[in-house]
């Protein structure tokens, strides 16, 4: 598998939007949440207010991995800005398309940032057609690809 095939199905599983777990890290302190998130761009991309103790994590340790559904990103975090003030409203015209439930309760404009995830290592567990488990990595540092088999 390529590199490219390996991102491809990263993002095929992913789709859209999901509610992935998101992990978090500071001084041995590890806090893991559900976020809200929208996939474009080869990244993945989250809303929360500014002033959260989750975020206050992520700005001293941007280091965070992402989780569902057998797909695990390793990734760096880094705040896009108030969602207001994103100059072309990408994230917010998807928000509201395919979130829209969370858009409506949490509009707190002036304290809403975009958080946007950079893949750098993905783990995806999957089964081929007779039910053998194996799992892929991609890296996408090295832009290399590996599948094993998982007994």
Not at 20 to 46: E, G, P, Q
């Amino acid at each position: 598998m390529t590199f490219k095939e390996g991102k491809d199905l990263l993002f095929k599983k992913l789709g859209d939007y999901k509610i992935m777990a998101l992990a978090s890290s500071v001084n041995d302190y590890v806090m893991v949440r559900n976020v809200s998130c929208l996939i474009y761009d080869d990244k993945i991309y989250f809303k929360t207010d500014k002033n959260f103790r989750k975020t206050q994590q992520l700005f001293e340790n941007p280091r965070v991995a992402l989780c569902v559904g057998g797909v695990q990103v390793e990734g760096i975090a880094e705040n896009k800005g108030l969602v207001v003030d994103e100059p072309d409203h990408k994230f917010e015209t998807l928000y509201k398309k395919y979130l829209w439930q969370s858009y409506n309760a949490y509009s707190h404009e002036d304290s809403e940032i975009i958080i946007e995830v950079t893949p750098k290592f993905v783990e995806i567990w999957d089964e081929d057609e007779h039910r053998n488990a194996f799992q892929t990595f991609v890296d996408f540092e090295t832009e290399s690809v590996e599948v094993i088999p998982y007994d």
